[in-house]
């Protein structure tokens, strides 16, 4: 399995501004991934992030937006920018590490509030 | 054909008895099968997984039952306990890790 923090774990933000969520795991990763979990929903894949490459946008979702970065084999970050409040979510990173390749393990979120 | 549908939406269960939760998808690309826990204000937390050539796999009170020729696959919580109240997600990928999440399940056994 893998151990993973995020920071942080919630915030309340102004419309307009941008929050930077910090995801770190305890062990190196090839892949991480970052979704949106909107109350009482399902999780919606926003992107996803290798090392020393751009990251991978789905449908609905811009680098504009939803910047990431990813400087190292343990850690990344998502900024979401110019806030609304539909911006209001879960946010969760997760990583893959498990036999087969295939299992994701889930941060905590960030409960993230747009006034 | 990239949905994963899930059912029911919640469920009540009471302490002893088996919770059962359904999951359909239509590509039959996918070929892991995930159900995740999660409790509220936590991230989901990863149960058991099946992949299609087996039928079964349990794991403690856990069963994945998977129907490959039916494209659906069951958890089965069984003897469930209060402290399995939760919100259940089923997911499916096809060997791309990007994983499409069913709606969710809030289960609550009732003590």
């Known amino acids: 399995s893998a151990v993973i923090s995020q920071k942080p774990s919630r915030d309340i933000c102004q419309r307009g501004t941008s929050l930077t969520i910090q995801c770190q795991v305890d062990s190196q990763v090839t892949m991480m991934f970052w979704y949106r979990q909107q109350p009482g929903q399902s999780l919606t894949l926003i992107a996803t992030a290798n090392q020393g490459s751009e990251a991978t946008y789905e449908s609905g979702f811009v680098i504009d937006k939803?910047?990431?970065?990813?400087?190292?084999?343990?850690?990344s970050t998502l900024t979401v920018s110019n806030m609304s409040p539909e911006d209001s979510s879960i946010y969760l990173c997760s990583v893959d590490k498990g036999t087969g390749g295939d299992t994701q393990y889930f941060g905590p979120g960030t409960r993230l509030t747009v006034l | 054909?990239?949905?994963?549908?899930?059912?029911?939406?919640?469920?009540?269960?009471?302490?002893?008895?088996?919770?059962?939760?359904?999951?359909?998808?239509?590509?039959?690309?996918?070929?892991y099968f995930p159900w995740y826990q999660q409790f509220p204000g936590k991230g989901p937390a990863l149960l058991i997984a099946i992949r299609p050539d087996v039928s079964e796999k349990k794991e403690g009170r856990f069963t994945i039952s998977f129907n490959k020729s039916a494209k659906q696959f069951s958890l089965h919580?069984?003897?469930?306990?209060?402290?399995?109240?939760?919100?259940?997600?089923?997911?499916?990928?096809?060997?791309?890790?990007?994983?499409?999440?069913?709606?969710?399940?809030?289960?609550?056994v009732l003590a």
């Open chain 1, 66 to 75: 939803f910047p990431i970065s990813r400087p190292n084999l343990t850690f």
């Open chain 2, 1 to 31: 054909q990239q949905q994963v549908k899930q059912s029911p939406q919640s469920l009540i269960v009471q302490k002893g008895g088996i919770s059962i939760i359904n999951c359909a998808y239509e590509n039959t690309a996918f070929d």
């Open chain 2, 77 to 108: 919580i069984m003897d469930s306990q209060p402290g399995d109240s939760a919100t259940y997600f089923c997911a499916a990928s096809m060997g791309t890790y990007k994983y499409i999440f069913g709606t969710g399940t809030r289960l609550k």
